[in-house]
Nanobody, 123 residues
Framework: QVQVVESGGGLVQADSSLTLSCAAS????????MGWFRQAPGKEREFVAS????????IYADSVKGRFTISADSAKNTVYLQMTNLKPEETAIYYC????????????????WGQGTQVTVSS
């Protein structure tokens, strides 16, 4: 099993930056690909980005390419999501998740989820 705990959310102004962290634990952590999702009020949970623990392989949603950067520190078992030029419509709960299913954007293929961290972007 994998446990993940998100942190780093908060209230920021539009065009600001924020970095989220996801602390992961588990016996076979290296077998998993880590991802970030977000869910805005009244909307479905959507894929944001994913990364391998080596940091070599990354995937991004088109909406965040060029503004968000996902990275992984295998020594600390922590995954980061650096967000820049945040927009008010990106206000959401951001979730960290782990999947054994390689590089997928489908939320139903992610096996383990954290409780989420709230990001609020004011205009």
């Amino acid at each position: 099993q994998v446990q993940v705990v998100e942190s780093g959310g908060g209230l920021v102004q539009a065009d600001s930056s924020l970095t989220l962290s996801c602390a992961a634990s588990g016996r076979t952590l290296s077998r998993y690909v880590m991802g970030w999702f977000r869910q805005a009020p009244g909307k479905e949970r959507e894929f944001v980005a994913s990364v391998s623990w080596s940091g070599v392989y990354t995937i991004y949603a088109d909406s965040v390419k060029g503004r968000f950067t996902i990275s992984a520190d295998s020594a600390k078992n922590t995954v980061y999501l650096q967000m820049t030029n945040l927009k008010p419509e990106e206000t959401a709960i951001y979730y960290c998740a782990a999947t054994i299913s390689s590089y997928t954007k489908h939320r139903w293929e992610y096996n383990y989820w954290g409780q989420g961290t709230q990001v609020t972007v004011s205009s």
